[in-house]
Every structure is written in C-alpha cells, then in structure tokens.
C-alpha cells in the first residue's frame, strides 16, 4: 500500500504511487507495512494496495460485467431501478433522488452481499454471468477486508482480531458506480467531496481517472493502477472528524469503484 506522507510517499501526490505491498501473507503484513498503515491512516485516512490476494481474473471480470451491465439497454437495466434507500438491492442515480435538490452524474447499482446466499437471488440476472462474476468478487473482497482491519487493529497496537470481533458479524455492501458521458462537466461532479459512513471502504477503479482525495486542504488525484485498490477508513473508525473525502469528477465516461 502506499499514498502516505514521508519521502517515500510523495509519489502519492506526484500521482505516479507505488502501492504499498504484501498485504496477502498468512501471517499478516511485515511490521514495515503496518508502520505504513499506521502512517497512511493517520495521516491521509487513504492507501492503496496491492498484492492484495484478491485474484486478477476475479477483479478483470468484475470491471467487465460492470461496463456490460450500464451497457444494457435502459430497459434491462431499469428492472434494477428504485428510488427507496431501503432495498438491498438497486440501481439508482446521484445520491437520494426523493431528497436532494441538485443531483451528480452518476447512476449506480447497490447491492448487499453479506451473507452473500440471503441476497444473490436479488441480484440482475443480465447480463447472465453477473451473479457469478460479482459473487466471487464480493466474497475476495471481504477476505480482503478482513485482512485490512486485521493489519489495522495492528498498526494501532491492538490484538489482530480486534477490530473484527469488535464488529461481529458485519455487513458489506458493493456499489458499481456509473459515470456516464457528461455534455457539461463545468456544470456537475460525478460525485462530490464527501466520507464514507461506514468503516471501511475497497474502492476499486476503472482506467479513467478523476477520484481525488482530500489532504490539508488540496485535492490530490488518484490516477488508477491496475489491479490495485485504494482502501479508505469510513466514519466509523476515524477516532476525529475526517480531513479527507473523495470526490470523482464527472468525465467522459467512468466506470466502476
Ligand atoms: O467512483 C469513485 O471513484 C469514488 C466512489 C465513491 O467515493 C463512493 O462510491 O462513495
């Protein structure tokens, strides 16, 4: 992983990051990489990883049924559609529709997916491979999630399991974000700055740049490198209020995180 202050850190700002490795080693990362989670977490609230164990095949198909699903024709697609936040299951667009005065460029397909058996059948049946492909994603993902708080527990002194049992048996959710063309980009975000409610976000992206991250002020791109995510602390372990968020402009056509 990597994106955090220090000199060899400053790639995270000159956008050419190297991300912070090993993550994926049976007996958790090295102490070298859990001095840097602790860094990238104080500091930034942001890091990248890679050598993650989530497999290339697994996040390949995931960013192409992604594109084939916002690819359908709109009314495949709208068989997914609801306006009510309470579905566990939905395509929607910007952020609230029923409650937001102005709304961002984005459409987005929601899904829970823990325990993954109480809500597949819920899941888009179109294209066909898409229960399948994003089924194995989700559940690699959340043995890499597992392994992140693990190594967080750790970078702040604490039992490996800690931050594990201290959320029993959690939730996870997985939204493809959508970024269609936009006529007027001047005019709109894809989404705006804004923190992530929960406690741990695995934000995977597409090669269209365009996140940016929050530092002192400034807005930092994160231009994407393959196969690598960019892990975010959510509200709910951030022990301050948060310096950071993210924001995606709308461009000319983003695809998934
Ligand atoms: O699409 C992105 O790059 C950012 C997505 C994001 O921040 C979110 O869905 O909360």
Redesign the pocket.
């Known amino acids: 992983m990597s994106q955090i202050p220090g000199p060899e850190y400053l790639a995270w700002q000159a956008n050419t990051s190297s991300p912070l490795e090993h993550i994926n080693t049976p007996q958790g990362p090295p102490q070298k990489v859990i001095k840097e989670i602790a860094e990238a977490c104080k500091h930034y609230g942001f890091f990248q990883v890679k050598n993650h164990g989530v497999p290339k095949e697994v996040i390949d198909k995931m960013l192409s049924i992604s594109r084939e699903f916002f690819h359908l024709p709109e009314s495949e697609r709208m068989k997914n559609y609801s306006d009510d936040p309470m579905k566990t299951t939905r395509l929607s667009t910007s952020f609230n529709v029923k409650t937001e005065k102005v709304s961002n460029w984005?459409d987005?397909l929601r899904l829970h997916c823990f325990p993954l058996e109480d809500y597949i059948h819920e899941w888009p049946t179109n294209p066909p491979s898409f229960r399948e492909d994003v089924g194995k994603y989700c559940k690699s993902a959340r043995e890499l999630a597992l392994r992140l708080l693990e190594a967080i527990s750790e970078s702040l002194g604490l039992e490996r399991g800690y931050i594990n049992s201290a959320l029993g048996k959690h939730a996870q959710h997985l939204?493809i974000?959508f970024?269609p063309p936009c006529p007027q980009p001047e005019l709109t975000y894809?989404?705006p700055g804004?923190a992530?409610p929960n406690v741990i976000?695995i934000?995977l992206?597409d090669d269209v740049p365009?996140?940016q991250v929050l530092k002192e002020g400034k807005w930092i791109a994160v231009n994407p490198i393959p196969h690598t995510f960019i892990v975010?602390l959510g509200d709910q372990i951030q022990n301050r209020p948060p310096p950071i968020g993210?924001?995606?402009r709308a461009g000319p056509e983003?695809g998934?995180?």
């Open positions: 984005r987005y939204a974000n970024y894809g989404l804004h992530d976000t934000l992206q365009g996140l975010n993210c924001k995606s983003r998934i995180s």
